[in-house]
């Protein structure tokens, strides 16, 4: 059938067709259609929606993403006809239940996710059917080829390059911003790409992005690291392993990472930045993503076995993962405490030693450290102020303004205390409910969002301490973060009743 292009600034995939026009060529809301720039022969496909008053019948709204590939102008003449479904949705349907994706089968997926042929609600199916049935680790190494084959890739003309990456699930993991100046700091070569948060309320990319944009191409990516030896960038808007901040935006709202996803996604983070030399970072704890050290080494001896596999040496580092990295959880309040230790500052230690033991395993694979020498050239570089010049440079070169200082950051201005109710010891601090609440509070969208956590596990603490400061950048937020308190209960103090329940109710 022919229409009338009828363009439509809205960020969403798709077309609009008016319901008389969508009846005539059988199609219902949420089918498939193939679009046609009949004067320029471009071709798409892509959803419907339908309306009876929004567009006149006989016209074909085309909402801004789809006119990208058409390059349609308002009133051109398309042709609209229903289309097939792709093969990819079979291959979903077989993972549903419960079979093995083949090396063209994961291809064909990852290229109709990249391409957007697939609609959200499949990719979901996607991740969730991944997520019940798991990988195998032939079906993660084509997943994780597929997804650097369907991207852009750098190459570096000097080696080696190193990288560091978390799989992430410990709140307040601020760690690549000392980690990447650091090894940056050394002469070493690091192009961090790093994700959103994926389970937590603050990844990297959203931390980074409090001193500097984030968002350049691969090309920009290169040339920056060429530059200054390092960046922080997000990897979802690099067209590096573009699939892989697709799959994630369907794990988010679940809370979800599914564990050869995950692998995938951090390996073809690696591979497509040219990396040679590889630091895994895993968190082991009781509300992390990997509950004990056996699963730890487990999880180690995959990443190690891809790493084999995509010809890159990586080693892993199981670290604690029971309680927050520092003190801080959300946006500002987690780059204001990386700051602070770049600019000298001598705690907290959880992060001081994480960092620092992650940066000396990169130090010492590179051979820039000899052996069991890496931590202490790590903290020298961190005590002798380079690598903040580093951190300066990458955030200078990013664009932001290196000027910034722990202090020049503000926190979200609408505050809460929550304190102990009586004397004791903290014995019980759950890292999922700190992340809800810090998410309720509007973390990490609203960067001065999140919580400061003054006693963790362990600490003694007299009745009225503060023990959480809430920070919301909106009053309502803050509101909901409170109440996501009261439910959660995240922290308890020896000796508390978390609840009475009087004679004759009924539980
Ligand atoms: O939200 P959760 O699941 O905790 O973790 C996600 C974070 O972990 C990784 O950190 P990095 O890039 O190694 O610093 C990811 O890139 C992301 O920033
Ligand atoms: O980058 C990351 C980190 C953790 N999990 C993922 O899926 N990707």
């Known amino acids: 059938m022919k229409l009338s292009a009828k363009l439509i600034d809205i960020a969403n995939r798709g077309v609009l067709l008016h319901s008389a026009d969508a009846r005539s060529i059988r199609v219902r809301d949420g089918d498939r259609v193939q679009v046609t720039n009949v004067g320029a022969g471009k071709t798409a496909q892509a959803h419907v929606d339908t309306t009876g008053s929004l567009i006149p019948e006989g016209t074909l709204g085309v909402y801004r993403p789809l006119n990208a590939g058409l390059a349609l102008a308002e009133g051109d003449s398309v042709e609209v006809r229903g289309a097939d479904r792709p093969a990819s949705l079979a291959y979903i349907k077989k993972k549903m239940d419960g079979e093995r994706f083949t090396k063209d089968e994961t291809f064909s997926i990852v290229k109709d996710i990249v391409d957007d042929t697939l609609s959200p609600g499949e990719v979901t199916a996607y991740v969730a059917a991944s997520y019940i049935h ?15 084959e369907t991207g852009d890739q750098l190459r570096f003309s000097t080696r080696p390059i190193v990288d560091k990456h978390s799989i992430g699930g410990v ?33 990297t990319a959203d931390l980074m992005e409090v001193v500097a944009p984030v968002a350049f191409s691969a090309d920009e990516v290169q040339t920056m690291t060429e530059k ?19 799959i994630i935006t369907h794990e988010y709202p679940l809370k979800i990472d599914a564990r050869g996803q995950m692998l995938a996604s951090v390996m073809a983070k690696k591979l497509a930045v040219g990396a040679d030399l590889v630091v895994i970072d895993i968190p082991v704890g009781k509300y992390t993503k990997i509950a004990d050290i056996q699963e730890g080494r487990k999880m180690a001896r995959e990443f190690m076995e891809l790493g084999d596999r995509l010809n890159m040496r990586v080693e892993c580092a199981l670290s604690y993962g029971e309680s927050l990295v520092g003190h801080t959880i959300g946006p500002v309040l987690e780059v204001q405490e990386a700051l602070a230790v770049l600019e000298g500052k001598t705690e907290p230690n959880s992060l001081i030693q994480k960092s620092l033991s992650l940066a000396g395993i990169a130090l010492e694979m590179s051979g820039k450290a000899a052996p069991g020498q890496g931590f202490s050239m790590a903290e020298d570089l961190l005590k002798s102020g380079k690598a903040l010049d580093k951190f300066k440079q990458i955030i200078e070169i990013q664009g932001g303004d290196a000027g910034v200082t722990s202090e020049s950051l503000t926190a979200g201005e609408h505050q809460f205390v929550v304190r102990a109710p009586q004397d004791g010891y903290v014995i019980e601090l759950n890292n999922r409910s700190l992340i809800t609440i810090a998410r309720a509070a509007g973390s990490p969208l609203d960067h001065g969002a999140g919580i400061v956590v003054h006693a963790k596990k362990g600490s003694r603490v007299e009745k009225g301490d503060p023990i959480l400061t809430l920070y919301a950048d909106r009053a309502w937020r803050l509101q909901s973060a409170i109440e996501v308190a009261r439910t959660l209960m995240p922290v308890v103090v020896e000796g508390m009743i978390l609840e009475h329940i009087p004679s004759g109710r009924w539980i």
């Open 134 to 148: 798991g990988l195998d680790m032939d079906e993660v190494e084509y997943l994780t080829r597929a997804m650097v």
């Open 171 to 203: 709140p307040g993991n601020k760690i690549s911003l000392l980690i990447v100046p650091i090894i940056a700091a050394s002469g070493l070569k690091i192009p961090k790409t790093s994700s959103r948060a994926i389970t937590g309320a603050g990844g």
């Open 228 to 246: 200054v030896g390092g960046v922080i960038v997000w990897g979802g808007a690099t067209n590096i392993a573009p699939a892989d901040d697709r």
